[in-house]
């Protein structure tokens, strides 16, 4: 449908309630500016390009993260959610971090 969102800054600050954020497909390429969703429980941000995972730790109510088919690749970056505290479910599958052995 032609839809592109460079950023999650570009929804402004007004969303400071919103519980629920579907963002598939849409050229996402950073979650840049989350912070301004602190009520948020579940993001669907499937088929990006999201690398960079930093910004979630600031999302102590997220429960459901969708993040397959972005560009996660490595491994620190996953890390950032065990800030975390609610997350339960966590979908990374189509990341190349998936595709990586285990250390060691």
Do not use: F, M
């Not at 989350?34 to 429960?63: R, T």
């Not at 459901?64 to 560009?71: K, M, P, T």
């Amino acid at each position: 449908n032609g839809s592109h969102l460079g950023s999650l800054r570009d929804l402004g600050t007004s969303l400071g309630h919103l519980r629920v954020l579907w963002l598939a497909r849409c050229g996402l390429t950073d979650l840049d500016g989350i912070a301004s969703l602190p009520a948020l429980k579940e993001l669907y941000a499937s088929y990006n390009n999201i690398s960079d995972l930093s910004p979630l730790c600031l999302l102590e109510q997220l429960e459901v993260l969708d993040l397959e088919g972005n560009s996660v690749e490595d491994l620190g970056q996953v890390r950032y959610l065990q800030l975390c505290p609610r997350l339960t479910t966590l979908t990374l599958e189509g990341n190349l971090v998936c595709l990586q052995p285990a250390p060691g």
